[in-house]
């Protein structure tokens, strides 16, 4: 059986997007989903989902996260986060970290069991600095409890997000410019064949 895979490319001016989605080995379906669109004039929102377990009815849960935040993507990420709790009610439920991309500044909210890092140029020095973005605990559509917008100064850098079926890396010591190859090295050497697996990274 193929195995369902999923690539996306964009470009913003100066952003670059490459974002890659697998399905577990043996599944129809993808519990896991990405979302990269303008929003509020000139920003950027990107979103990785990962619908809980595995099969149909993790991607159904997907889907409806990442329809919601199409259709609400100018307002700001906390009413976002509330919003997608609201319309997974009744799902499988999903994990999420969702980012606002503006001039020089990321805002992001993440929840669940989901991981982000932030690899930033220090241009002066020649530096990179890493970060591990923090996620609430909780599951969207079924217990949402305390959650908060972090904003990260981002003048040039790398922003990655993946699901947890991609197992811990540390992403300072995989950057390309090339952004598709820098992925699927990552999914090559941590995804998880037993789970979906997905992995977004921007460059600025």
């Given at each position: ?189 941590h995804g998880k064949a037993d789970d ?9």
């Open positions: 059986m193929m195995v369902k895979v999923k690539e996306c490319e964009k470009r913003f001016g100066d952003i670059r997007i490459f974002s890659y989605s697998r399905a577990k080995m043996g599944e129809e379906h993808c519990g896991d989903a990405c979302l990269v669109e303008e929003c509020d004039g000139n920003n950027i929102i990107i979103a990785v989902i990962d619908g809980l377990g595995h099969g149909k009815k993790a991607e159904e849960a997907s889907e409806v996260a990442v329809n919601f935040i199409k259709s609400h993507k100018n307002l700001p990420l906390d009413k976002i986060v509330r919003g997608v709790h609201s319309a997974l009610s009744g799902t499988r439920g999903a994990v999420a970290s969702i980012s606002k991309i503006s001039d020089g500044r990321i805002a992001f909210v993440g929840v669940g069991n989901i991981s982000a890092q932030i690899v930033s140029e220090n241009n002066e020095r020649g530096e990179k600095l890493q970060r591990h973005l923090f996620s609430a605990s909780g599951v969207l559509g079924w217990n949402l409890r305390h959650f908060k917008v972090f904003t990260y100064e981002f003048m040039s850098g790398w922003l990655v997000m993946n699901t947890d079926g991609v197992g811990h890396f540390i992403a300072s010591e995989y950057l390309s410019e090339n952004l598709r190859e820098m992925a699927m090295k990552i999914m090559k050497e979906d697996a997905t992995i977004l990274i921007l460059k600025r």
